[in-house]
């Protein structure tokens, strides 16, 4: 491997990596060998110690979201440096090196653009996200599932503790950051009652950084009866049915409102229940879905706050590693995933994930 600068920090021989590569629904996915890539300044090579499926990458499997191909998906991992064009750089400002435990930023961004000076760099002009672009000459290794990701420039780099399991640092980068992008976008408050709607992947952790954040109540919300059991076991002060909640909040309050499911009516229940001054932070739908309506002057009013809320910026993602570190959940997060699959399994994987009996399947290297 060589640099423009001829300068790369590397500790492996290997010269070819191993990708399950997605060429759309007819053909599906084939489990290839890639060669590794020249890395150019600023680059880096990440050894992928796990990879968890999102749900984004289920959409696009069944054919939901275009997605340009082909391509490796996979957007959630944790892995090892093994080679560093130049220098790389942590959040803090400080050299990464070969060896270190790291996660990365779902995408890139130059840090110059309008949008990156306005503080929202995850809608950079360039940006580039893993496991959503199509392979090319020297990008083939974009995304989690494979046996090595290609983290090119403008990637923000997060160390990650040894410590900590990767069953929950791989979705870290992804459902929690996510969250903690929301969380931050409405000022949520130890004051704040707080209702969470949804109670997969995203909910939990939503109800679970609520409470780290030393909010007493919150109200968890899913059509589901485990889920809502689970919402309990992380920390939910209530789960209730969604023909329960109206009631639930004009008893306890709806200070914050967290719509994770992407669901119409959860997403009208949302505007239905926010309390006076209420913040709603509308996560969840990231697809097209059927239109809501409301009354305009109720909200104005109300003095109601809604904020669109999508991935995230890299200090979202510190917190995001710094909460699963802290969390006394930790043992319920890992709980969660379980035994990963094989890479070379990856249909098996997939066709488990779709099932939805766990929140996130995981996948790793042969």
Same mark, same amino acid.
């Given at each position: 491997?060589?640099?423009?600068?001829?300068?790369?920090?590397?500790?492996?021989?290997?010269?070819?990596?191993?990708?399950?590569?997605?060429?759309?629904?007819?053909?599906? $996915?084939?489990?290839?060998?890639?060669?590794?890539?020249?890395?150019?300044? @600023?680059?880096?090579?990440?050894?992928?110690?796990?990879?968890?499926?999102?749900?984004?990458?289920? !959409?696009?499997?069944?054919?939901?979201?275009?997605?340009?191909?082909?391509?490796?998906?996979?957007?959630?991992?944790?892995? !090892?440096?093994?080679?560093?064009?130049?220098?790389?750089? @942590?959040?803090?400002?400080? /050299?990464?090196?070969?060896?270190?435990?790291?996660?990365?930023?779902?995408?890139?961004?130059?840090?110059?653009?309008?949008?990156?000076?306005? @503080?929202?760099?995850?809608?950079?002009?360039?940006?580039?996200?893993?496991?959503?672009?199509?392979?090319?000459?020297?990008?083939?290794?974009?995304?989690?599932?494979?046996? !090595?990701? !290609?983290?090119?420039?403008?990637?923000?780099?997060?160390?990650?503790?040894?410590?900590?399991?990767?069953?929950?640092?791989?979705?870290?980068?992804?459902?929690?950051?996510?969250?903690?992008?929301?969380?931050?976008?409405?000022?949520?408050?130890?004051?704040?009652?707080?209702?969470?709607?949804?109670?997969?992947?995203?909910?939990?952790?939503?109800?679970?950084?609520?409470?780290?954040?030393?909010?007493?109540?919150?109200?968890?919300?899913?059509?589901?009866?485990?889920?809502?059991?689970?919402?309990?076991? $992380?920390?939910?002060? %209530?789960?209730?049915?969604?023909?329960?909640?109206?009631?639930?909040?004009?008893?306890?309050?709806?200070?914050?409102?967290?719509?994770?499911?992407?669901?119409?009516?959860?997403?009208?229940?949302?505007?239905?229940?926010?309390?006076?001054?209420?913040?709603?932070?509308?996560?969840?739908?990231?697809?097209?879905?059927?239109?809501?309506? $409301?009354?305009?002057?109720?909200?104005?009013?109300?003095?109601?706050?809604?904020?669109?809320?999508?991935?995230?910026?890299?200090?979202?993602?510190?917190?995001?590693?710094?909460?699963?570190?802290?969390?006394?959940?930790?043992?319920?997060?890992?709980?969660?995933?379980?035994?990963? $699959?094989?890479?070379?399994?990856?249909?098996?994987?997939?066709? %488990?994930?779709?099932?939805? /009996?766990?929140?996130?399947?995981?996948?790793?290297?042969?």
């Amino acid at each position: 491997m060589t640099t423009m600068a001829n300068d790369v920090t590397k500790t492996s021989t290997t010269t070819v990596a191993t990708a399950a590569v997605w060429s759309g629904v007819d053909e599906g $996915f084939s489990v290839d060998p890639q060669p590794l890539p020249e890395l150019r300044v @600023g680059e880096v090579l990440v050894a992928i110690e796990l990879a968890t499926i999102c749900g984004s990458d289920l !959409h696009t499997i069944a054919g939901d979201r275009p997605t340009p191909l082909p391509t490796v998906l996979g957007h959630e991992a944790v892995g !090892h440096v093994v080679a560093i064009g130049g220098d790389a750089l @942590g959040p803090d400002g400080r /050299a990464l090196a070969v060896g270190d435990r790291v996660t990365w930023t779902i995408g890139t961004s130059c840090g110059t653009c309008r949008r990156c000076r306005r @503080g929202i760099p995850q809608k950079c002009t360039t940006l580039r996200k893993y496991g959503h672009e199509a392979m090319d000459e020297h990008w083939k290794l974009n995304g989690g599932f494979a046996s !090595h990701c !290609h983290l090119i420039s403008g990637t923000g780099l997060v160390p990650v503790p040894d410590d900590l399991p990767a069953a929950i640092a791989a979705p870290a980068n992804c459902a929690t950051a996510t969250v903690t992008c929301a969380a931050r976008r409405v000022e949520l408050d130890a004051g704040d009652v707080v209702v969470v709607l949804g109670c997969g992947m995203l909910g939990l952790t939503a109800v679970a950084y609520a409470k780290d954040r030393g909010v007493e109540t919150v109200i968890a919300v899913d059509i589901d009866p485990a889920r809502r059991a689970l919402a309990l076991e $992380f920390g939910a002060t %209530f789960a209730v049915a969604p023909e329960d909640l109206a009631a639930t909040a004009k008893e306890h309050g709806a200070d914050v409102v967290f719509e994770l499911s992407g669901n119409s009516r959860a997403v009208q229940s949302a505007f239905d229940i926010v309390d006076m001054g209420g913040r709603i932070a509308l996560v969840g739908s990231v697809s097209p879905a059927p239109e809501i309506s $409301f009354e305009p002057s109720g909200y104005v009013k109300n003095l109601t706050t809604v904020v669109g809320s999508h991935n995230y910026r890299i200090d979202d993602l510190v917190e995001a590693i710094d909460f699963l570190r802290r969390t006394p959940a930790q043992q319920l997060f890992v709980d969660l995933i379980p035994d990963a $699959f094989d890479l070379a399994d990856i249909d098996d994987a997939v066709a %488990f994930a779709r099932t939805g /009996a766990a929140p996130r399947i995981a996948v790793r290297p042969n």
